[in-house]
């Protein structure tokens, strides 16, 4: 009888600590997350200013150790600048002279957008999930607005293709799939190149942490980029007291006139 109640008591202390060690086995693991630093806060435009370099660095958290071992994991950093509103004119030859005659007005359009990774886009994700995300030239989504007061709710793939064409040859979309580098087995940068026509005004930064095509975690910042000295103190004029920097200009155009005349006319009887 005794050994019974022993058995019985043994199974139900085993049960109990089967029961007690179960929840800490089948805890959640932490998931990956991406985290990220830019090396610079604001970036000053003057006169001979001819480009600049992004640095940002970043790191993976609670990284799975087969999926780095299998360098599993990629890493896009994408910059887009300001959005703005862009006219697209085709010209056509009417009676011999090239006129513009068809347009398309596309909406919320980044004035500037450089990408890097460490690897090809389509080695990434497949198309689905890039395409979800924006990420990539191809891929940023370019809405049509009014023109003439008629919204074009039809597809203009051959104005897209031109916007994304001009903004490529002016470098202001970019693309480098060889631009983010694993300093470690989760320590990463990636360098950005600023083109010396870079537009003012705020950028924001976001790093993608990809592992077998599926988006895992996104990070975001941003940055400045301004006008400094005489050309800040004339963007600012031009933008915020547009009235006094109109006034100015007159007045220049007049004393350079009158200068223009005295010297250039003064010999004349």
Known sequence: MMRGSLVSIGLAFVAATLLTVRPAGSQTVPREEIQMGISLDTVEVNSDFSGSEIAVFGTIENPDKLAQTLNEYSVVVAITGPMEEVTVRRKERLFGIWMNRQSRVYRNVPSFYALAANRDLAAIAPEPVLKENAIGVDRIPLSLFSTGG??????????????????????????????????????????????????????????????????????????????????????TLAHTYGFWYGALAVIAALVTGWLASVIFGGGRK
């Open 150 to 235: 008629v919204t074009f709710t039809q597809p203009a793939p051959e104005f897209a293709s031109s916007l994304r064409r001009v903004r490529r040859e002016k470098r202001l979309f970019t693309e480098d799939t060889s631009g983010v580098v694993f300093l470690g087995s989760t320590l990463f940068r990636a360098n950005l190149r600023l083109p010396s026509n870079v537009p003012i005004g705020k950028h924001s930064v976001t790093a993608y942490l990809f592992r077998n095509g599926e988006m895992l975690a996104s990070r975001e910042g941003s940055f400045k980029v301004e006008k400094a000295g005489f050309e800040k103190f004339m963007y």
